[in-house]
């Protein structure tokens, strides 16, 4: 083995991992900060031997903690225009080792943008799943968001090269922050072609959102804050209203803002305890993650609620609930 190789097999990071870094790091000119997360000591040359070692395997949220073992190549403020509506910004986090995989679009919440959550995005795609982070109107009106990303999904489920040829257009995810959770809840209602959701510490708003709920037939996992620190607004309609198929943790000692990741703009507020706020971030991209990889693989919320159980079991998530 030659001696860069050798060193870098000493410091516990894999070539492929040093990539994703570097490749994350570097795009348009400028760096991003994200978690200094190390890499998973998994091997796989692909998201389908990945896939089948995971499920061999009893699952634990707690790996997903790790930085996944592939690659990602990011493309930033690609334009995927819709038949009919706007034009929708999207930074695209592709596996590297993927021919075909199933991909996750994360939306962001109020005040926010796709920049938020372009750790989330990555860290899917290190896992196997392509990420897509999305700009939509950040002050709403939510229920006519979550109609574009209805049209969106079925854009890109009809003609996956609108984005990316590797897409499986069959593996659609959909994943909201806050309100943005209301915008993908109406997506799934209005009947976009997505196997599932992920709502991170959703918050409801619009007169419609009942009615949207109870019509969603796909599974839906609720990732909240500390409802004791942070009870964000309407959180429970989410619970209540879908009528089967979804389970719902809290994380302890979150707050509504960790469900993403600051941006320069937003790191400002987090300089009283950044230790603390990237660690319950952490917490929320290890659910999501497990949450995600679960619906892709097998259609449904079992992968992510059995990998939740030792983090109930030690405080670290509460609430369980399911139905």
């Given at each position: 083995m030659p001696a860069a190789a050798a060193a870098i097999a000493r410091s516990g990071f894999s070539i492929s991992a040093l990539l994703l870094i570097a490749l994350t790091a570097h795009s348009g000119g400028c760096?991003?900060?994200?978690?200094?997360?190390?890499?998973?000591?998994?091997?796989?040359?692909?998201?389908?031997?990945?896939?089948?070692?995971?499920?061999?395997?009893?699952?634990?949220?707690?790996?997903?903690?790790l930085r996944g073992p592939f690659a990602v190549i990011e493309r930033r403020d690609l334009e995927i225009p819709l038949v009919s509506g706007p034009t929708?910004?999207?930074?695209?986090?592709?596996?590297?080792?993927?021919?075909?995989?199933p991909l996750v679009i994360v939306l962001h919440g109020l005040?926010?943008?796709?920049?938020?959550?372009?750790?989330?995005?990555?860290?899917?795609?290190?896992?196997?799943?392509?990420?897509m982070a999305i700009d939509l109107p950040n002050r709403g009106p939510w229920i006519a968001n979550g109609r574009t990303?209805?049209?969106?999904?079925?854009?890109?489920?009809?003609?996956?090269q609108l984005v990316d040829g590797?897409?499986?257009?069959?593996?659609?995810?959909?994943?909201?922050?806050?309100?943005?959770?209301?915008a993908v809840a109406t997506a799934l209602g209005e009947g976009a072609p997505a196997v599932g959701g992920v709502l991170l510490d959703p918050a409801g708003i619009g007169r419609?959102?009942?009615?949207?709920?109870?019509?969603?037939?796909?599974?839906?996992?609720?990732?909240?804050?500390?409802?004791?620190?942070?009870?964000?607004?309407?959180?429970?309609?989410?619970?209540?209203?879908?009528?089967?198929?979804?389970?719902?943790?809290?994380?302890?000692?979150?707050?509504?803002?960790?469900?993403?990741?600051?941006n320069e703009r937003t790191l400002r507020a987090f300089q009283d305890s950044p230790d603390d706020t990237?660690?319950?971030?952490?917490?929320?991209?290890?659910?999501?993650?497990?949450?995600?990889?679960?619906?892709?693989?097998?259609?449904?919320?079992?992968?992510?609620?059995?990998?939740?159980e030792n983090a109930v079991k030690n405080g670290i998530f509460f609430n369980a609930r399911r139905k």
């Open positions: 760096a991003r900060r994200f978690p200094a997360t190390e890499v998973t000591p998994i091997n796989a040359a692909n998201p389908a031997e990945l896939q089948r070692y995971l499920l061999s395997r009893k699952p634990d949220v707690a790996q997903f903690r929708v910004e999207a930074d695209l986090y592709l596996c590297a080792a993927a021919r075909k995989a005040d926010n943008s796709k920049a938020d959550h372009a750790f989330q995005a990555m860290h899917l795609a290190s896992w196997g799943l392509h990420g990303l209805a049209a969106l999904v079925d854009a890109v489920h009809r003609s996956p590797r897409i499986d257009a069959d593996k659609i995810i959909l994943a909201g922050h806050s309100f943005g959770a209301t419609q959102l009942p009615q949207l709920l109870k019509r969603i037939t796909v599974p839906v996992v609720v990732i909240g804050a500390d409802e004791d620190i942070w009870p964000a607004r309407n959180r429970g309609q989410f619970y209540r209203f879908i009528p089967a198929g979804v389970g719902e943790i809290s994380i302890r000692d979150t707050v509504h803002k960790d469900a993403q990741y600051p990237e660690e319950a971030q952490i917490a929320f991209v290890s659910a999501l993650t497990a949450s995600a990889f679960g619906l892709a693989a097998t259609g449904g919320i079992d992968y992510a609620w059995n990998s939740f």
